[in-house]
C-alpha cells in the first residue's frame, strides 16, 4: 500500500488511494484524499471519480470490473404471545367450637383468621376497658385452631336437683389462666406495652414464637458473624492501607526503537502499546507520531483499509501523516525527536514534541522532527 501510494504521489493521479481492485469508500476516505491532494498540489478528483469510489467501481481511468453489492436482510421482529395471569381467589372458612360470646361469633362469621399479635392487642383493650377478656375457646376459634374437645357432662347424682350457677371469674383471673395454660407461667410486669411486641403477646395469653436453639440456626448465626467480621477486616484493612505511600511507575521517554533499514513505507504499529508512537516512513523522510489525539488527548486506531487514524473517543481524523481532516481535532497530531545513535539505531525522545498550532507556521520540518531516507 505505501509502494503504491509513493507511486501515485510520483505520477499524480492515484495518491493516497488503494489500487484496483478495491471495496467502497466512505465520505471520509474521500475526503481525506482530497485534502492530501490539495496539500500536495495533485489533481483533485473529479465528480464522476467520487461517484465511482461511493460504489465501489473502478474510476474512468482505472481497469477492472465493478463490485457488486448484495442487499441487506429485511429483520423482522417476532411478536410476543400474549401471556394472562389468573389469580385463584382463596375462601377461609371460620373455626372454632365452644362457649364463645355473640361478638367473637361475629368476629368468626366473617372468615378473618386473626394473628397472635391481634390477639394480644385485643387482650389488651379488653384489660384497660375492664371487660371480660377472651377465653381459651374464644382465642383457639380467632385463631382458626381446630377446637379441643369438649368435656363430657357430669351426670346428676340427685333426680330434679336445682343447678347451682358458677361464679364469672373477674377479668385478670381469665387473663391470667389463659396465659398459664399456653405458655406455662403469667407474664407479669409494670405498665402497657407496645402492640405488636413479644411482651404484648406474653401479655395477651399468646406465646412469642422465635427460632429453635438447634445445630442448624447455630451455624447459620455463626456464618452470619463470620460474614460481619469479613467485611469489618476488609474495611480496616482498606482504611491503613489509604495511608501507605503509592509509586507510580512511568514508562521511559528516551528508548531505541531499530534501526532505519527495519521499517519500510507506510505507518508501523509495533510500538504503539510500549511506547504510544507510530513510526512513519514516506519517499522522502521517516518520522515518528505521538499517538495522542489533539482533541482529548486518547489514543487513536490505525485504520489501515482506509489509510488513516480514527479517533474512538469523538471521532477526529487524521492522514496516514497524522494531519487532522475531520473531527473536533484541533490540529494534526505531534511528531516526537528523532535521531540516529551512535550504534547507529534510531533514538527517540517523546520529552520533546514538535507541533504544528492552529494558525502558525509548522515545526515539523524543523531539524530533529524527522530522519532523512
Known amino acids: ?66 463490485a457488486g453489492t448484495a442487499p441487506a436482510p429485511a429483520a423482522t421482529a417476532p411478536t410476543a404471545p400474549p401471556a394472562a395471569a389468573v ?23 366473617q372468615g378473618k383468621k386473626w394473628s397472635k399479635s391481634a390477639i394480644a392487642a385485643e387482650q389488651a ?34 333426680a330434679g336437683a336445682v343447678p347451682v350457677a358458677r361464679p364469672v371469674a373477674p377479668a385478670v383471673t381469665a387473663s391470667a389462666a389463659a396465659s398459664v395454660a399456653r405458655t406455662g407461667e403469667s407474664t407479669k410486669y409494670v405498665g402497657t406495652p407496645a402492640v405488636g ?21 447455630r451455624a447459620r448465626r455463626r456464618m452470619v458473624w463470620a460474614s460481619v ?3 469489618l477486616t476488609a474495611w480496616l484493612l482498606a482504611f491503613f492501607r489509604f495511608f501507605l505511600p503509592r509509586t507510580l511507575f512511568e514508562p521511559a521517554t528516551n528508548f531505541k526503537i531499530g534501526y532505519p533499514e527495519e521499517y519500510g513505507l507506510g505507518v508501523d504499529t509495533k510500538w504503539q502499546q510500549k511506547y504510544r508512537i507510530w513510526v512513519d516512513r514516506t519517499p522522502d523522510r521517516l518520522f515518528v507520531i505521538y499517538a495522542r489525539c489533539t482533541h482529548l488527548g486518547c489514543t487513536p486506531d490505525w485504520k489501515p483499509s482506509e489509510n488513516k487514524f480514527k479517533c474512538p473517543c469523538h471521532g477526529s481524523g487524521y492522514d496516514s501523516e497524522g494531519i487532522n481532516f475531520e473531527g473536533p481535532a484541533p490540529r494534526p497530531m505531534d511528531r516526537a525527536h528523532v535521531e540516529i545513535a551512535p550504534d547507529g539505531q534510531i533514538l527517540v525522545d517523546v520529552s520533546r514534541l ?12 524543523d531539524d530533529g522532527s524527522f530522519l532523512r531516507a
Open 1 to 66: 500500500m505505501a509502494d503504491e501510494s509513493a507511486e501515485g504521489v510520483q505520477n499524480g493521479i492515484l495518491g493516497h488511494l488503494p489500487p484496483w481492485p478495491r471495496i467502497a469508500l466512505n465520505n471520509s476516505v474521500i475526503a481525506m484524499e482530497q485534502a492530501y491532494r490539495q496539500r500536495k498540489g495533485l489533481p483533485l478528483l473529479t465528480d464522476a471519480d467520487i461517484e465511482c469510489l461511493k460504489v465501489g467501481q473502478p474510476m474512468p481511468w482505472e481497469a477492472g470490473a465493478p
Open 87 to 109: 389469580a385463584p381467589a382463596t375462601l377461609i372458612a371460620p373455626a372454632g367450637n365452644g362457649n364463645i360470646s355473640e361478638e367473637v361469633a361475629k368476629w368468626v362469621a
Open 125 to 158: 383493650r379488653r384489660n384497660r376497658k375492664g371487660l371480660t377478656a377472651l377465653t381459651e375457646a374464644e382465642i383457639t376459634a380467632l385463631l382458626g385452631e381446630p377446637a379441643a374437645p369438649a368435656p363430657a357432662a357430669a351426670p346428676a347424682s340427685v
Open 197 to 217: 411486641t413479644s411482651r404484648a403477646a406474653a401479655a395477651g395469653g399468646v406465646a412469642a414464637v422465635g427460632p429453635d436453639d438447634n445445630e442448624v440456626n
Open 229 to 231: 467480621g469479613a467485611f
Open 354 to 365: 514538535y507541533q504544528w498550532p492552529k494558525g502558525q507556521q509548522t515545526h515539523f520540518n
